[in-house]
């Protein structure tokens, strides 16, 4: 199943979207429920979302570890 999680699951509380994926909690919870045409044209809508979002949030982001450990090595 496709998803745009990037493991950074952090809510923007000024816009409620998620700062890595641009889903909101609800979005994220049905998931699984939406079927694969609901799945993509939600996909299509979170590049705009995202712009929205007022800050990034400070932590490093789980992927981003994993790859820098993965260079470093």
């Known amino acids: 199943m496709e998803s745009p999680c990037i493991l950074v699951c ?3 509380m ?3 979207y ?3 994926c641009g889903r909101t909690r609800e979005e994220i919870g049905a ?3 939406y079927t694969d045409e609901q799945r ?3 996909m ?3 590049p705009a979302r995202l712009a929205t979002v007022e800050r990034k949030p400070r932590r490093e982001t789980r992927r981003t570890r994993m790859a820098r450990e993965r ?3």
Request: proline share 0%.
């Open 18 to 20: 998620c700062f890595g």
């Open 71 to 73: 260079s470093e090595t």
């Open 44 to 46: 299509a809508e979170l």
């Open 14 to 16: 000024v816009t409620g």
């Open 10 to 12: 952090s809510i923007d």
């Open 31 to 33: 998931w699984t429920l």
């Open 40 to 42: 993509r044209a939600l």
